[in-house]
Structures are given as C-alpha cells and as structure tokens.
C-alpha cells in the first residue's frame, strides 16, 4: 500500500461530497485524511495499491459534473502549514515553548531542545511541569493571562543545572478565551554575553551623518556640537524611533572621548538582577554560577568614554539608586564586593517616558531626574520636521538598495507628497522599515503612491496625497434631492455606493481599493456584495 495526496477542485453543489467518497469507497480507497479548501474544493490522503489505482480514481472523479480539476498534491494543507511553522521556530534564536490549556506541551523549537537537554519526541504532550518543575509561572499564565518578562529560572536536568531567563503571554481566541501560552527562552550565560557590546568594531555615527534640512533640526544639531565637547550628562528626550542612540553616538564622536569605549545599554532588555550586575559588575562568588574571578561591569568597561543607558525611564528602583550614587560620587562597587572602584564615564540617557510624571507617581527617583537632566535635548518627531521626509527618504532608499543590491530607487513627487501626508507614529524607524519592504518587492526603479498602497500598512493618506491617489483633484457625487423623500440613511449608503464604484473604477482589486479606502479587503468585499457592483 502507497500514500497519496490529491487536491480536488469543484463547485460546490449538493450531493458531491457524498458521490466523491462512494468513488472512494467503490476503489477500495483508504482514506486517511481529509482537508477542505473554502470556495476551491478539497484535499484528501489516502492509501491504495499502487499508482494505477491511484489514477484510476483520479479519472473517475474528473468525470464527476462540477469537479474542474484533479491532481497530485506533495503534502496536505496541514503539512505544509506545520512544517512552515517549523521552519519559522528554528529560525529564531531563543527557545520558543508553547503549551494548550491543559498544559501540555504542544510545540518547541530546537534552541529549546539545547537548551534543556531534550528532543521533541519525548517532551510534545508532556506537562509543562514536568519539564520546567511545579508552580512554574508560565502555569500562572495559563490560569490567570498575567504576562511575565524575563523572569530568572532554574531548573537540573541529566546532572546539569540549567539557568535561563523566560518571558510568557497567553494565547486567546477571539471571545477572549485563554486556550493556551507561549514563552521565549534565553540561556542565561547567552544573556549576560549578549545584553551590551562595546562598540568596537560597529562605525559609531557622527553628526555630519545625521540627515536634515529643517531649521529645527539645525538648532538642535548647533546646540549638540557645543555640548558634545563638555562631559556633562545629557538627557534625550522624544518618541520611538526618532534617533536617540544616533544622537547618543553623534555626543560621543563629536567630543574629546572619541577614543575610548562608547557603551550602550537598554535598560528594558534585561531584569532587575541581570541589570544590576551587568552596570556594576560582580566579584566571585556573589551569586551562584557567578563567573570565576568576577566580571568587569559597564561601567568600569566604559572607564574613559561614554555609557548610553537607553529608555532609562524603565529601570528598577533599586538599581536608580546605586546609579545616583555613582553619579554622585564616580564610584562602583561591585556586587557582592566591598571595595570601591573609581569611574570616569560620561552617561548619555535616553527616554520617551514622561519622567516628570512618574517622578511624581514615585516611579522615578527625583534626586536621580535632576542628576540626569543636566543638559536635556528633546529630539522632534517626524512629524514635526516633515521638511526633512524627502531627503532623508531619498538617502534611506539608497542605503537600502545598497543593502539588497538592487539599482537604486527614487521617489516620484506624488509619493513624495504621500509621504509627507502621513503621521509616522514610529517616526524614522518606521519610515526606514517601510520602504525596506517597497524596496524589496519593487520591479522599477521608481517608488509611486500605488507601491505604498499595495504593500505598506502606514494607513489611509489625507490631504494632497489621497487626492493624488484617487487621481483627481476633487470627487464630485451627486446628492440625491431631498424633495423626492431620501432618508438619511439612504442618502449615506448612495454615497458610499458612489465612492465604491469610482474607487473600483480606478483600483479593480477589493484589496488595493481597501488600501486606498483606509479599510480591510473583506469590508470591501462585503459592500460590494450589498450594491451588487
């Protein structure tokens, strides 16, 4: 007996489920699987004697009225979903660990299998405790739907103690139902190598890399040259994405440290005990699996130059307090250690917290807020120097295609003005990523607003640039006349009916008119089923 997949393309009409598996069953079809295809057709696995058998059957249900095509399939839909799943966990590098409701364990990646000593066969279908030890907090996910982030644990398998660092959410179905939780692991030792780097071999910016051409921009840019030749604490301020950590390395280059270590440290990307030692080091012995001899913390590392401290709105009260005695006094002492180590470092902090309110909550030290805002830069938002979108676009998109090795690309003047339309909430970073994605998908070499319309997610334009989508300056509807007896309601669905069919006019695809509308495919579909276009 061989396996076979098949896929099976009809309309559908009653009875033809029922007359494809009295074929089946007429052929002697061992039918292991079965996956329908909405508004296609179906896929089915099946055993039998042999390939003779198989197209024997395969000739009898193209036979079959309303049945278009028969062939061949390599796996079931299923499969291919599974092992694309698969391919994406291995892909990452942290362990992925993900478990049902009952808490079992349903799927693991390979980093996982490392990490814990452990292959897939033995562990899917396990309890999530019987691997991870009891009243684990991933359990407190499943029950409760509280998310965890980077929470310590430790666990002994095969001899070997097993220290990592997890992060959970749960899984929920559209009625909010819990069904399931997820978690990210990272071995702890890959944390501590990996949570900052000096910046020795990565070319640190300067300020004459920094693109611009707004006046706002050019105070700010004055300012910060001046600045960068002092060694006082500087505070940057503004939303994500707009450049801190560019500016952070542009202070640095730009003054008498450019020699010496530049340091930068994200204050979210590791809990409150990593963190702490990490900045201050730890000598042998203070805590268990602690390094032979002690490690050197970032500070000392950074002895001479500058440590950048990235969303430093974020961390712990403990450790704020023994940053406001370094800062007061240029000492560390390790953990664990009694013996104070002098430091000259130069702290760049940065923020898009508001840290005068949670100064005031007492989330935030404010002995600590006024050591750190020494010299404060507030960093605008895209959206408040739109004068620079083209010429930091255009520099973007060379960089880019430089990257992917394709000829580089240009912005027609509608797209530039449909980029100068747009919000940017995640300011340069977002603007950078999405013309990543146009860059990659472009046959041409010129960006037009329809390549933003098919393939980005930066929203319904407004101003010139929707007028230039739609083609026109103006769309001109004619309102029904009140006098014959319109309802309100009756006059909105006419509009919109009107716009539908302009749009459709000019988009053909529900997807791109959905793009251009500023709402999803299927509403579009549906409306179009409701005005019969």
Request: glycine share 8%.
């Amino acid at each position: 007996m061989q396996e076979y997949v098949i896929q099976i393309d009809f309309i559908d009409r009653p009875g033809l489920g029922y007359e494809i598996f009295s074929l089946t069953e007429r052929n002697h079809i061992d039918k292991i699987a079965m996956e329908v295809l909405p508004n296609q057709g179906m896929v089915i696995k099946f055993c039998c004697d042999g390939i003779k058998m198989a197209h024997q059957l395969m000739d009898e249900l193209r036979r079959v009225p309303e049945v278009r095509a028969v062939d061949f399939r390599d796996q079931m839909p299923y499969e291919e979903r599974e092992d694309t799943l698969k391919t994406i966990l291995n892909s990452v590098d942290e362990g992925i660990l993900g478990i049902d409701k009952e808490g079992k364990i349903t799927h693991i990646n390979e980093v996982f299998s490392n990490l814990f000593l452990s292959i897939a066969q033995d562990v899917i279908g396990c309890g999530v405790e019987e691997i991870l030890g009891k009243n684990h907090f991933i359990s407190e996910t499943l029950r409760s739907g509280k998310t965890y982030t980077l929470q310590e644990g430790r666990v002994k398998k095969v001899g070997k103690r097993i220290r990592y660092l997890m992060s959970s959410q749960p899984i929920m179905n559209d009625r909010r139902q819990i069904i399931g939780a997820v978690a990210t692991i990272t071995d702890f030792r890959q944390a501590e190598a990996i949570s900052s780097k000096v910046d020795k071999i990565r070319h640190l910016k300067t300020f004459d890399e920094i693109i611009f051409q707004s006046e706002k921009m050019s105070q700010l840019i004055t300012a910060a040259r001046t600045v960068a030749r002092s060694c006082s604490t500087v505070l940057l301020r503004g939303e994500s994405g707009t450049g801190k950590e560019l500016f952070a390395s542009a202070l640095h280059t730009g003054g008498p440290r450019r020699q010496a270590p530049f340091i930068a440290v994200n204050c979210t990307a590791l809990p409150e005990n990593l963190l702490e030692s990490e900045l201050f080091g730890y000598e042998e012995g203070a805590f268990t699996g602690a390094s032979k001899g002690g490690k050197r913390g970032l500070f000392e590392q950074a002895d001479g130059g500058t440590l950048f401290l990235d969303e430093i709105g974020e961390l712990p009260l403990l450790v704020q307090v023994r940053l406001l005695r370094t800062l007061q006094e240029g000492t560390i002492r390790r953990v664990g250690g009694s013996k104070e180590l002098r430091v000259d470092v130069r702290i760049v902090a940065a923020t898009h917290r508001n840290l005068e309110e949670m100064v005031r909550k007492g989330e935030f030290r404010e002995d600590l807020y006024y050591r750190l805002n020494v010299i404060p830069f507030i960093i605008p938002s895209l959206r408040e120097r739109k004068e620079d979108i083209p010429l930091l676009a255009q520099h973007l998109i060379g960089k880019i295609c430089a990257k992917l090795h394709k000829p580089e690309a240009h912005l027609t003047r509608d797209s530039v003005r449909y980029l100068m339309n747009q919000e940017w909430p995640g300011n340069v970073r977002q603007l950078e990523n999405t013309l990543e994605r146009i860059i990659n998908l472009l046959n041409s070499r010129e960006i037009t607003p329809h390549d933003f319309a098919i393939w980005s997610d930066i929203g319904e334009p407004t101003g010139k640039a929707q007028n230039t989508l739609l083609g026109k300056n103006m769309m001109q509807i004619e309102i029904p006349n009140f006098d014959t007896g319109f309802r309100l309601k009756e006059v909105v669905a006419h509009i919109e009916k009107e716009i539908l069919i302009k749009v459709l006019e000019r988009y053909p695809s529900s997807r791109l008119a959905g793009q251009v509308l500023g709402v999803s495919n299927t509403t579009v579909l549906n409306k179009m089923k409701n005005y019969r276009l």
